[in-house]
């Protein structure tokens, strides 16, 4: 599934098909295709933030024990917004 998944990703990235992934599988294509863009600090997390396809993913790490707790799509509505807007402009992506 994975393979067929990467061979996908070279064409279009959805996060609809990316979502299905298993937390570990996620990773692998996030660090295969994705573009790190930059890393905030947020409460107890360390949020790295990646441009994947056409969309924006936000990486949940608990710096503590140093694992990644989750993946989600970057909520533009979020405070955390402000943590990214104070140091880069982001450009719209549809």
Known sequence: MLY???LYVDFMIVWKEYK???LEEKIDVLYEKGTFIMAIRYYGYKINLYLLGNFYVEVFINHKNTII???V???TNHSRMQFYSDQIK???IF
Request: aromatic letters at 6%.
């Open 90 to 92: 982001l450009p719209i």
């Open 4 to 6: 067929d998944f990467l």
């Open 73 to 75: 799509p970057l909520d």
């Open 69 to 71: 707790e989750k993946i």
């Open 20 to 22: 299905k992934l298993a």
